[in-house]
């Protein structure tokens, strides 16, 4: 890809005469300077609305024990703005509080704004609402995507704005993000990505902040943006211009869990290892995805298949509980880092050569020097000379040496191996139950047409649950039902999980995969003389949040339906009359509430329900 310019520069520096912001925050080719200084900084991502307001001090205050100097968060549109120009900014979505505790703690604060940002969130952040908007496509050079685009993240910042939350008005935001791994889509589609990066970039330094603005995995980040890393490893990441730092925006501690998946775990020692690589290398801003991962709470997570834990294995677990010994040994991580950064800042390093696999990274200015001691080998120990010493060191790791002579950290030494210690519940849960009906066609709220639609454009999202309903009718000479068979229906679906009903009774279920969403019930079926309820609840399990023109991909009963093995043949359903109902009856009484949960009567003790569909569990602690 070819690198772009545009006179963003030129732009920026009327505006600090004209709007009269002084920019505080600026960067050169080693680092962030906040004040007219170079930083070193680590910072780790804490999504707000992944935890609840009452644990951000406590979750704050840890990364700040930990060692980080910024917070780092996404900005969840589709929570702020749940319908076009309502917005919401309380509880889990209160930005403002959120940004203000990182300031009284005294850290820093990388606002994402995105607006698309990806994060295993529903939609990636976008409100389903923007889906509907006539003309729309997402991120390209499309006018009302631009426009709706812009509308949001002009809000963002004026919100910012107004509160004096950047570091040029005496706040904490040094840095902020426009779009967000761009870079592949762009690589896709062409000249209308181009003509969009080019937009993104310029719309947002127009909104002059006084900081600086990145854009992750965007190799042609116009200037003055900043092109920064994501990924597992970013050493040999270099920026699109020698004028620009070197930032690692999403190193990953751990991953995402899918849907009943287990937790993806990453090794503390590895972690250490590529963060310590990456700062020997030039490196001067890391941030850990995630530093605290939290809990996907109601319909939030994207995906699909996203479960609702996003704990990612890092260094704060879900609960915000230190997850050792990885939330240690980053901590002591970056204390030697911290003790390293004079001569960091001061310099460019020398790469010395100490035998095969083996390197030093030295860090030599006037009244300062640090060097890193890498063995990249991943089986062997080593034993290096290095200066006046003789140094041990471990397989696939680098010791820091603060001041060039002694090691006071190794990233495959964890020195604090303690195991985390689960204790069962013993006091039995009083599970109760309540088992709602399937919906059928007779029912009088629903919908109906002559088609099948596509799910979401139903539901609005307003429930991960439609019901398709239609009548089958069955002749009584059928020949099946005289030699006792059953015929085959088949249903094909976009996705994401199916149960079928007939009459009442569940004839099968049927689920997709993250890869391949799509899904199709083929099995024989009981059906009487007469008229049959065929009744298919489609469950759309969190809506795309990644992929090119995601925004297109279709949920639901799509068809065709068909029913084999009449005497007429093959019988095509997907054109007769459809009923629609959307959500559960136990949404629609809220049974997860105090006044709704008490609407319903609950079955208790042994005739509590096992595996059956459609059943609502509660219990009290
Ligand atoms: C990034 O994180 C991974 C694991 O989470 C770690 O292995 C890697 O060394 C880190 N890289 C850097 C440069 O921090
Ligand atoms: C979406 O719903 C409308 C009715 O609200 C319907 O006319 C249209 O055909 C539906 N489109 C799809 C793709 O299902």
């Given at each position: 890809m070819g690198k772009r310019e545009f006179n963003g520069v030129v732009l920026m520096m009327l505006c600090l005469w004209v709007c009269?912001?002084?920019?505080?925050v600026t960067y050169d080719h080693k680092a962030i300077v906040v004040d007219g200084k170079r930083r070193i900084l680590i910072s780790g991502s804490i999504h707000y609305p992944r935890s609840t307001p009452q644990m951000w001090p406590d979750l704050i205050q840890k990364a700040k024990d930990g060692g980080l100097d910024v917070i780092q968060t996404y900005v969840f549109w589709n929570g702020h703005e749940p319908s076009p120009g309502q917005y919401y900014f309380e509880d889990r979505f209160d930005l403002v509080k959120f940004v203000k505790l990182a300031q009284q703690a005294g850290l820093y604060v990388h606002l994402r704004?995105?607006?698309?940002?990806?994060?295993?969130w529903n939609l990636g952040g976008f409100p389903v609402w923007l889906k509907y908007v006539p003309g729309i496509a997402f991120r390209t050079d499309n006018e009302p995507f631009k426009a709706a685009m812009q509308k949001f993240t002009a809000k963002i910042v004026s919100l910012m704005k107004e509160n004096r939350l950047f570091q040029s008005q005496?706040?904490?935001?040094i840095l902020s993000q426009i779009e967000n791994e761009y870079g592949p889509v762009e690589w896709e589609i062409g000249a209308p990505g181009k003509a969009y990066t080019k937009w993104a970039a310029q719309m947002a330094v127009g909104l002059d902040t006084g900081v600086p603005w990145v854009m992750c995995k965007q190799e042609d980040a116009p200037d003055p943006v900043i092109d920064t890393c994501n990924g597992f490893y970013c050493e040999n990441f270099k920026p699109n211009?020698?004028?620009k730092p070197k930032m690692w925006t999403e190193n990953w501690t751990g991953w995402y869990t899918d849907f009943g998946g287990a937790v993806p775990r990453r090794p503390a020692e590895d972690l250490a290892f590529s963060v310590a690589r990456f700062i020997q290398n030039g490196g001067s801003f890391v941030n850990y995805y995630m530093y605290h991962g939290g809990t996907n709470f109601g319909r939030t997570s994207g995906g699909l298949f996203i479960a609702t834990s996003y704990d990612y294995d890092a260094p704060l677990d879900e609960y915000g509980l230190e997850n050792e010994p990885k939330y240690e040994h980053l901590r002591a991580l970056h204390k030697a880092i911290k003790q390293s950064e004079p001569a960091l800042v001061a310099t460019d390093p020398k790469v010395q050569s100490l035998g095969y696999n083996l390197e030093a990274h030295v860090f030599s200015a006037p009244g300062a020097c640090a060097a890193f001691i890498a063995n990249y080998d991943t089986k062997s120990y080593a034993k290096a000379k290095f200066g006046n010493g003789q140094y041990d060191l471990p397989p696939w790791s680098i010791s820091i040496l603060p001041d060039c002579k002694t090691v006071v950290y190794n990233t495959a030494k964890v020195g604090y191996g303690w195991l985390k210690k689960m204790t069962p519940v013993n006091s039995a849960f009083a599970w109760q139950s309540y088992n709602e009906e399937p919906a059928s066609s007779?029912?009088?709220?629903s919908i109906a047409a002559y088609a099948l639609w596509e799910q979401v454009n139903v539901t609005r999202d307003s429930s991960d649950y439609l019901w398709y309903m239609t009548d089958v009718n069955v002749n009584a000479n059928e020949g099946f039902l005289k030699n006792g068979q059953s015929p085959l229906l088949t249903v094909m679906s976009a996705g994401h999980v199916l149960h079928v009903f007939i009459n009442g009774q569940l004839a099968g279920t049927v689920w997709g995969g993250l890869g391949n969403p799509k899904l199709t019930f083929s099995d024989n079926v009981k059906l009487r003389a007469g008229n049959n309820k065929l009744s298919l609840l489609s469950v759309a399990v969190g809506l795309p949040?990644?992929?090119?023109?995601?925004?297109t991909w279709n949920a639901g009963v799509l068809g065709p339906v068909t029913l084999k093995g009449l005497n007429e043949g093959t019988r095509d359903l997907s054109r007769q009359k459809w009923s629609y109902k959307v959500g559960l009856k136990g949404e629609s009484l809220s049974l997860h509430t105090e006044s709704g949960s008490s609407s319903v009567e609950w079955i208790q003790g042994s005739l509590v329900a096992k595996k059956q569909p459609l059943t609502w569990y509660k219990v009290r602690k």
């Open positions: 009269g912001v002084t920019a505080s704004i995105g607006p698309y940002i990806c994060a295993e005496g706040g904490p935001i211009k020698n004028t007779s029912q009088a709220d949040n990644v992929g090119v023109h995601f925004e």
